[in-house]
């Protein structure tokens, strides 16, 4: 499986090496390095406690290099004041074709499967939410990652949370950009921007608030960006050609060893050996009534065809070369 090979190799080499932030001062003062350090100390933090140097941080690897790209959803807890990761598969991160196209879209939709009594309980205080999400249908049946319906093991709803960056400058130190009035969150509020997200369930809108940033909340690994599209280039989709070509090697080797790679021992019928002798006994005494040399052959099998193992060898090697690897590098073998 050089897929699997090439991935798992390339993600090694990728999470061997610790992503950083670092703020940087121009000709800052001491005391201005000094919060740089510590605004640098406490965005590592935020990664330790939420993954990205553990599980989360291979995940987004492994997606990325697998899939169209590896996704994680920056997520605010005001009540906590904390900031949350959530990890998003491809398929759940909907982007506009027109403004995907570009590579840096307006707009994001986070389609995702969320157990209905979770959000019954974070909108319990309103009974038109409530109504909404009782009334919601299961989680349709691509979502489950299996053939059961969503209600089946767990009672899981279809959630789309909506994202538009704001298109104009924004002073996020205003409360007024957040929709905070005197401290608390106020929908009257006008934010001075075209920024907005929204939580919806089928048609019913639970949750509608400004977003003054002028990033969408997914951060994005694409290791092998398509000049063309918002996406990445995954390594089955680059290396599709080889594998199959292997696949069809490999079948084919198979066949030739299944039909020719089988001892066959020829006996001559005037020589009257009994096939019951010949056995795996460590010793044994066989009568024949020609010449030893006459009595038995044995039918050399037709190896593989080594033109044949050269072209298996030769595609593995270019497979490898896609991605700058080496049978070294691989495996991990010194010279």
């Known amino acids: 499986n050089i897929v699997q090979m090439v991935t798992d190799t390339i993600v090694g080499h990728t999470i061997r090496n610790r992503v950083r932030p670092f703020f940087l001062t121009e000709a800052g003062k001491l005391e201005e390095r000094e919060q740089a350090k510590g605004m640098m100390k406490a965005v590592e933090g935020i990664f330790h406690e939420n993954g990205i140097y553990g599980d989360l941080g291979l995940w987004v690897a492994q997606a990325g290099y697998l899939w169209d790209g590896g996704l994680v959803k920056v997520v605010p807890d005001y009540e906590r004041n904390w900031v949350q990761f959530q990890r998003v598969y491809p398929w759940e991160w909907l982007i506009p074709e027109r403004e995907g196209a570009h590579g840096e879209p307006w707009q994001g939709f986070h389609v995702y499967p969320m157990d209905r009594h979770e959000l019954l309980s974070a909108y319990a205080d309103d009974p038109a939410h409530v109504k909404a999400i009782e009334d919601a249908d299961a989680v349709p049946r691509e979502f489950t990652g299996g053939d059961e319906q969503g209600g089946t093991v767990s009672d899981m709803v279809l959630v789309v949370e909506g994202y538009h960056r704001a298109t104009t ?25 075209d920024g907005k997200r929204v939580v919806m369930i089928r048609d019913h809108v639970l949750a509608e608030e400004p977003w003054p940033l002028d990033d969408l909340p997914v951060a994005e690994f694409f290791p092998a960006r398509d000049p063309s599209d918002y996406w990445s280039r995954g390594v089955a989709e680059t290396l599709a050609g080889a594998q199959m070509r292997i696949d069809e090697y490999q079948t084919r080797i198979a066949e030739i060893l299944h039909r020719h790679a089988v001892p066959r021992l020829i006996l001559w019928k005037a020589a009257k050996l009994k096939k019951a002798a010949v056995n795996n006994d460590l010793a044994s005494y066989l009568e024949s009534a020609v010449p030893p040399g006459q009595a038995a052959m044995y039918l050399q099998p037709n190896a593989v065809p080594s033109e044949l193992l050269n072209e298996l060898q030769k595609t593995v090697e270019w497979a490898f070369a896609q991605y700058g690897l080496n049978a070294m590098s691989l495996y991990g073998e010194k010279p």
């Open 169 to 193: 400058f924004v002073d996020i130190d205003d409360p007024k950009c957040w929709g905070i009035d005197g401290g608390a969150f106020d929908p009257k509020v006008d934010p001075g921007h």
